[in-house]
């Protein structure tokens, strides 16, 4: 069973930086497209960035630019540094992973598995 907890949330002033990761287990880390998405109250969830397993990413288009995600397979943990944070950031992000072909592995794609998420507040 998949596995995912997020880590790395928290409150910073508007342009500021953050770095969240991603703890996998329960299955093969290396074969699955990984994601980070994000929710605000009111909103619905957006596709913030994703990673193939070959380590291709793609960003949605408010965060290129100023997120980036990465993946370290060997430690089964996904990242996402988020550098020039906004007020509009402000959300839980969650973790999400599934095993699909690398042609859908989209910011609009909804993955199978999902961690519980964690908080960031950005404030002006």
């Known amino acids: 069973q998949v596995q995912l907890v997020e880590s790395g949330g928290g409150s910073v002033q508007a342009g500021g930086s953050l770095r969240l990761s991603c703890t996998a287990s329960?299955?093969?880390?290396?074969?699955?497209?990984m994601g980070w998405f994000r929710q605000s109250p009111g909103k619905e969830r957006e596709g913030v960035a994703v990673?193939?397993?070959?380590?291709?990413?793609k960003y949605g288009d408010s965060v290129r630019g100023r997120f980036t995600i990465s993946r370290d397979n060997a430690e089964n943990t996904l990242y996402l540094q988020m550098n020039s944070l906004k007020p509009e950031d402000t959300a839980m992000y969650y973790c999400?992973?599934?095993?699909?072909?690398?042609?859908?592995?989209?910011?609009?794609?909804?993955?199978?598995?999902w961690g519980r998420g964690t908080p960031v507040t950005v404030s002006s």
């Open positions: 329960g299955y093969t880390y290396s074969h699955y497209c």
């Open positions: 999400a992973a599934d095993s699909v072909p690398i042609w859908v592995c989209l910011p609009s794609y909804e993955l199978a598995s």
């Open positions: 990673i193939d397993n070959d380590g291709s990413a």
